[in-house]
C-alpha cells in the first residue's frame, strides 16, 4: 500500500481506489437498497391516497357527489352525471378509439349512473357510491375488473383461476405516483393491469392481458 494526499491504495493488478470513491459506492448501494424497500413498501401498501393523479381526484369528487346525493340533495345526481359524461368525451377525444380500456370504463359508469337517473332505480347509486369510494381510498375498481372480463379485453379463458385473481387480487397501482400509463391515466389508476393479478406463464411473462392500457 502507498500512502498518498488522497489515502490511495494499490491492489496487484493495478486498480487504484480511494477511500472517498470506496464510500460513494456504499452509499449508492445503501440508497439502492432504500429505493428497493420504499418501492415494495409501496406495492404492499393498503391504501392509495394519490393527490398527485389527476383521474383521483376526479373520482373523489365523484365519490363525494354520489354521497351527497344519498345523504339527502338528490341535485348531486345530474352533477355527478355530468361529470361522468366529461370524463368521458375527454379519453374518447383522446384515445380515438370506444375499446380503448380507460373509454369503455367511462363509458359503463355514465350508463350506469344514466340507469340510477331513474327515480325507480334511485337505490342502485348505491352501488357506485361505494364502488367509487373504494377506488379513491384502497385503489380496488369492481367495474373494471368486471370489464376486464369482456372477451376484447381478455386474452386467455375464464376460468376458476382467473375468476380469483380478477376480483380477489389487490390492486397493483404503479410504485411511483408521478408515472404515466399508455393510456394517459396517472398511475395507471383506470388500467387493467393496475387492478387484475397477471397470470404468470412458463418464463414468469404476463399472459393476463393482450391490450396495455
Request: glycine share 6%; proline share 6%.
Amino acid at each position: 500500500m502507498t500512502k498518498n494526499n488522497s489515502y490511495d491504495y494499490r491492489i496487484p493488478c493495478g486498480t487504484t481506489y480511494s477511500f472517498s470513491g470506496i464510500a460513494r459506492k456504499l452509499d449508492t448501494g445503501f440508497a439502492s437498497q432504500t429505493s428497493e424497500h420504499d418501492e415494495t413498501a409501496t406495492a404492499r401498501r393498503w391504501l392509495f391516497i394519490m393527490p398527485q393523479d389527476w383521474t383521483w381526484w376526479v373520482w373523489l369528487v365523484t365519490a363525494c357527489l354520489l354521497l351527497v346525493g344519498l345523504m339527502g340533495m338528490p341535485k348531486a345526481f345530474p352533477a355527478t352525471l355530468l361529470l361522468s359524461i366529461a370524463q368521458f368525451i375527454l379519453f374518447l377525444a383522446r384515445e380515438r378509439a370506444f375499446k380503448a380500456f380507460p373509454v369503455q370504463l367511462r363509458l359503463a359508469y355514465t350508463l350506469l349512473l344514466t340507469i340510477c337517473l331513474l327515480p325507480p332505480m334511485r337505490w342502485l347509486y348505491w352501488l357506485p357510491a361505494v364502488g367509487t369510494s373504494a377506488l379513491v381510498i384502497f385503489g380496488y375498481c369492481l367495474m373494471a375488473r368486471m370489464l376486464s372480463l369482456l372477451p376484447w379485453n381478455r386474452a386467455e379463458p375464464i376460468t376458476s383461476d382467473l375468476l380469483r385473481r380478477t376480483f380477489l387480487s389487490r390492486p397493483r397501482l404503479l410504485d411511483r405516483a408521478d408515472s404515466v400509463s399508455s393510456a394517459g391515466c396517472g398511475t395507471s389508476l383506470c388500467s387493467i393491469e393496475a387492478q387484475v393479478e397477471p397470470a404468470m406463464g412458463q418464463g414468469g411473462t404476463n399472459s393476463r392481458h393482450h391490450i396495455l392500457t
